[in-house]
């Protein structure tokens, strides 16, 4: 009787975990199924030639070999390391908007624009583009007609038409360059830190900017982190803007590799060299990002 009085807890424990697990198995393979199967699919793919339609033909390293030698691929690169610089830049903006934002004394005045903030999370990022596509328009544009009701209608452009203009116009759909999410985190990090940090800097005098640089931007490099790995995984896998608005042009001026890949799979039904570039582009951000983690923990330390 008093084994079995000993048994009952573990059972119960048991029947417990079992319901749990039971609650989680949908989520689980849901995952499987729709995150990690595709995913396995395509790095297989990578070493076939398939069009969609005949059987798959093994070829190896053939489609990486192509990829690296393809001059359009290497301009597609370019214009990802332009892009990916310029959003590393403009990640400043938004931190320095969510410190102002944390600064407020007025807790209402606070509250009002955190979900100023929050508004362009309700409009979809699609219709954010089109209005941008619209806005660039070279004949019923709002730039052109801006420029045309001041007397300037020789300053008038085919903003995205132009291939000195085109990539410049796309970094500046991001205006005016502050990131909702990454304002929320930066925001989330500076308000769990204790408020016993900021009555000792005040009681020291401390000025704004070495508040700034030596209490805030510190203390909040936990959520650099992240929002810096999201930014470097998004500059070189995205490519919905360059997709919508651009196509990539004029001619290769707007083409990233996301979107080459893109291209090659449903345009020129190449889906095994376009699951090559997808698989590299995995093992390129997944490098990049543990290589600044680890530079960020050496930092630290």
Not at 27 to 51: C, E, H, K, T
Not at 161 to 187: E, H, K, Q
Not at 232 to 256: A, C, D, R
């Amino acid at each position: 009787m008093a084994k079995r009085a000993k048994r009952l807890p573990g059972r119960r424990r048991i029947g417990r975990y079992a319901v749990a697990y039971a609650l989680i198995l949908p989520a689980l393979l849901s995952n499987l199924v729709f995150d990690w199967y595709p995913m396995l699919q395509g790095i297989v793919m990578s070493f076939f030639r398939w069009d969609g339609f005949r059987e798959p033909e093994f070829v190896g390293m053939r489609n990486f070999g192509e990829i690296l030698s393809d001059s359009v691929f290497w301009v597609s690169v370019k214009n990802m390391l332009f892009f990916f610089v310029m959003g590393l830049i403009l990640m400043i903006p938004t931190m320095i908007a969510s410190i102002v934002l944390f600064r407020l004394k007025n807790k209402r005045s606070q509250y009002i624009y955190r979900i100023l903030f929050c508004i362009p999370m309700v409009v979809p990022y699609l219709v954010t583009l089109l209005m941008w596509q619209f806005m660039y328009n070279p004949q019923y544009g709002f730039f052109n007609q801006l420029l045309k009701g001041l007397g300037l209608e020789h300053l008038t452009q085919t903003w995205l038409g132009n291939p000195d203009l085109a990539r410049w116009c796309v970094v500046f759909m991001g205006f005016p360059f502050i990131s909702t999410n990454a304002a929320l985190i930066y925001l989330g990090g500076l308000q769990s830190i204790d408020a016993s940090i900021w009555e000792a800097a005040a009681l020291d005098g401390i000025t704004s900017l070495k508040r700034l640089f030596y209490l805030e931007l510190p203390l909040i490099r936990g959520q650099f982190k992240l929002n810096l790995i999201g930014a470097l995984v998004g500059g070189i896998t995205g490519y919905t803007t360059q997709l919508v608005v651009t196509k990539g042009g004029p001619g290769f001026e707007t083409l990233v590799p996301g979107l080459y890949m893109y291209n090659k799979a449903f345009g020129a039904k190449q889906y095994g060299y376009a699951s090559a570039v997808g698989l590299l582009l995995f093992v390129i951000s997944g490098i990049i990002s543990l290589a600044t983690l680890k530079f960020l923990r050496s930092d630290e330390s």
